[in-house]
């Protein structure tokens, strides 16, 4: 069965600790993404990675980082110099020549306090 | 810089009522426009897309999107809509930024279908 997934669904820090959010895929697609979803804000480019050992900033990659070892695996850091990181956390992927066909996994729902 | 508006936050239908949601973009580009759909407690997913040819695009579920180039709309049609239409719908443009493609989304729009 392909697909994204996202582990944990939910996720509970105190504030001034980093946490990573784990995002894998099996659908062999190269191009994967990191999405933050606030209410009434839709969603928000964090970062993306286009092929292994490779990525660049989105709109608003400050406090965030990733890395890509793996093709299947883009995970995604909050650091503690995120200023609002509670909010629901989505990664996608594209398949190769499609990049605005994007795959959603379930999301991580990140509350920091 | 390109951007997404979708003018209505929430909806609230009857079920058998029409829906149009507006979806106006701003791009230089060619474009290429999408809807994805999150039903509540699934994943985001593509609802239909737009790329060249034919402005009027059918979807999953009998949605249907127009797009008029001269008024930089895509807006989301359904004739008749089903409690299980419930979701949150949004936009989304494409955008290419320091040689990389990339979707801008707009806010979404939360549409409710009562029984």
């Known amino acids: 069965d392909g697909g994204i997934t996202q582990s944990p669904k939910y996720l509970f820090r105190k504030e001034g600790q980093n946490v990573t959010l784990s995002c894998e895929q099996n659908?062999?697609?190269?191009?994967m993404y990191w999405y933050r979803q606030d209410p009434g804000q839709g969603l928000r480019l964090i970062y993306y990675?286009?092929?292994?050992?490779?990525?660049q900033k989105g709109d608003i990659a400050e406090g965030y980082s990733v890395s890509r070892e793996k093709k299947e695996s883009f995970p995604l850091t909050v650091t503690s110099a995120q200023k609002n990181p509670t909010a629901f956390y989505l990664c996608?992927?594209?398949?190769?020549?499609?990049?605005?066909?994007?795959?959603f996994g379930p999301g991580t729902r990140l509350t920091v306090t | 810089a390109q951007s997404v508006s979708q003018h209505n936050h929430h909806v609230i239908l009857s079920e058998a009522a029409s829906l149009e949601l507006g979806c106006n973009y701003s791009?230089?580009?060619?474009?290429?426009l999408f809807w994805y759909v999150q039903y509540p407690g699934q994943h985001l997913q593509l609802l239909l897309k737009?790329?060249?040819?034919?402005?009027l695009v059918k979807g999953i579920k009998g949605f249907e999107a127009e797009f008029i180039k001269s008024k930089f709309s895509f807006n989301l049609r359904k004739p008749s809509v089903q409690w299980s239409d419930t979701a949150e719908y949004f936009c989304a443009v494409n955008a290419r930024s320091g040689g990389y493609n990339k979707l801008i989304f707009g806010a979404g729009t939360r549409l409710a279908v009562h029984p």
């Open positions: 659908l062999n697609h190269d191009a």
């Open positions: 737009y790329f060249s040819g034919d402005p």
């Open positions: 996608a992927s594209s398949p190769p020549g499609l990049p605005y066909e994007q795959y």
């Open positions: 791009y230089g580009g060619t474009v290429n």
């Open positions: 990675s286009q092929i292994v050992n490779d990525f």
